[in-house]
């Protein structure tokens, strides 16, 4: 039976990130994507140029037709917006006992720009992030969850401990903000798990987040743990990056079907 896997999200004009980048790593991974966009926005790989919010109510409707039809077995959330989306999208996932949540605290474009207003920062922290199977903050979104900067490796360990003391779920710091080394930190259930990996010199990565939490969620669906699933996902996630595809005139956008051949 075909796994399906949901992604609750933005668009992405560009195709590199949010809803595109998910349904590209959904579908790559053979599994059955389904989407309830939260955002369209206008963008490329040099920035985002406009947002245009659905409403809480049209957002909550996507997600009435998705669980009373064919139900996810993983769902992923990425861009939420605003705090009404926030409280609608928590009060289905919990009338639906939705499984394998993957939250991607997604704050703020690679470009810079804003995707969470301000006064949304406090729903997604106290009512979002303890729905996660696992979360997955990079670099400054852990930072802002800790409440302290992160220089270090040491720095991850003591930020992941300290968001831990309020989510039940794992905690994934990405470390693809450093310049050397992009190892990410899982930490679940008292205990660290390290995922190595060497920087690769490609200054492509837009939708990197979005892809990994996308994997994630793809491997939960099959039956992994959560550990396991994070391995794959970085295996795949560096494959993506590794095949170098070079498009747009900014941070363009992963070669999400590096591993499918058709042809
Ligand atoms: N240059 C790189 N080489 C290898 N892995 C990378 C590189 N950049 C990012 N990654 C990996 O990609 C994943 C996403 O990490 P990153 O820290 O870039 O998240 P992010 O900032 O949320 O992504 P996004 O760019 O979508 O906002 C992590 O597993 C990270 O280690
Ligand atoms: C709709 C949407 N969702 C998420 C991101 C984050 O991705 P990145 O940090 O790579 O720009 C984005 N740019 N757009």
Redo the contacts with the bound molecule.
Sequence with gaps: MIKKVLTIAGSDSSGG?GIQADIKTITCHKMYAMSAITALTAQNTTGVYGVQEATPEFVGQQIDCIFNDIRPDAVKIGMVSSSKIIKVIVEKLKKYNAESIVV?P?MV??SGSPLLEKEAMSTLINELLPMGTVI?P??P?AEILCGFKINEQDDMLRAAKKIATSIKGGVLI????FSNT???LLYIDGKEVW?K??????EN????????SSAIACNLADGYSIEDSIRNA?SY??GA?KAGLNLGKGSGPLEHNYNIKIK
């Design positions: 990130a991607d997604v474009a690679t997955t990079n670099i979104e990405k470390g693809g903000h992009a190892d990410d995922y990996q060497e920087k690769i010199y490609n990565t837009h939708g990197t987040g979005c892809t990994l970085k996630i560096t990056l």
